[in-house]
T-cell receptor, first 113, second 114 residues
Framework: GAGVSQTPSNKVTEKGKYVELRCDPI?????LYWYRQSLGQGPEFLIY????????DSGLPNDRFFAVRPEGSVSTLKIQRTERGDSAVYLC???????????FGPGTRLTVL | GENVEQHPSTLSVQEGDSAVIKCTYS??????FPWYKQELGKRPQLIID?????GEKKDQRIAVTLNKTAKHFSLHITETQPEDSAVYFC?????????????FGKGTKLSVKP
């Protein structure tokens, strides 16, 4: 079946702009995670959704970052007033339930000029 | 919080040799340990995982061992092939609690020379 998909694959923006990154999880997966991967590093956890609610947002770096999952499927990561340090690959993962295996999407490469 | 250390950062082997990557974790409550393979510009792909009630798991040329007492786990790849070349990440998480997120190591770049 279809895996996790993310759009756009690449996003270039200017410092101070607002961006939205989209994640489509595997159908039927209730748990959804956002991670951020900088060059040469492992993915770092940002936020976890169980259904529609953000069960754990302890990894969000500051209040410029926000994520929603209004219908318990698609999720959008929103970044306000982007900074050059936000440049990274943003990965989404989903699992059937919280304790199950996580499957990753291809990521969105965000570049802030 | 949990911290995962991974070694070595780079590993070069000849085709047909074995490769071993080691990880240690800090939180004794961690009970789930997956390994991901990431090729350049691609998504991380789950290749094998182990839970804390098991000491070893094998899938064809890949095996993972877990030592809960010492808080370390290892990935073993036998009969390496050029297509095994990639960055490998270990991770740990605490399932059953309020968290399910993975804490990753920094990765090991494996190069298999033909």
């Amino acid at each position: 079946g279809a895996g996790v998909s993310q759009t756009p694959s690449n996003k270039v923006t200017e410092k101070g702009k607002y961006v939205e990154l989209r994640c489509d999880p595997i159908s039927g997966h209730t748990a959804l995670y956002w991670y951020r991967q900088s060059l040469g590093q492992g993915p770092e956890f940002l936020i976890y959704f169980q259904g529609t609610g953000a069960a754990d947002d302890s990894g969000l770096p500051n209040d410029r970052f926000f994520a929603v999952r209004p219908e318990g499927s698609v999720s959008t990561l929103k970044i306000q007033r982007t900074e050059r340090g936000d440049s990274a690959v943003y990965l989404c993962a989903s699992s059937f339930y919280r304790e199950d295996r996580q499957f990753f999407g291809p990521g969105t490469r965000l570049t802030v000029l | 919080g949990e911290n995962v250390e991974q070694h070595p950062s780079t590993l070069s082997v000849q085709e047909g040799d074995s490769a071993v990557i080691k990880c240690t974790y800090s939180d004794s409550a961690s009970n789930y340990f997956p390994w991901y393979k990431q090729e350049l510009g691609k998504r991380p792909q789950l290749i094998i995982d182990i839970r804390s009630n098991v000491g070893e798991k094998k899938d064809q040329r890949i095996a993972v061992t877990l030592n809960k007492t010492a808080k370390h786990f290892s990935l073993h790849i036998t009969e390496t092939q050029p297509e095994d070349s990639a960055v490998y990440f270990c991770a740990a998480s605490i399932n059953g609690g309020s968290q399910g997120n993975l804490i990753f190591g920094k990765g090991t770049k494996l190069s298999v020379k033909p």
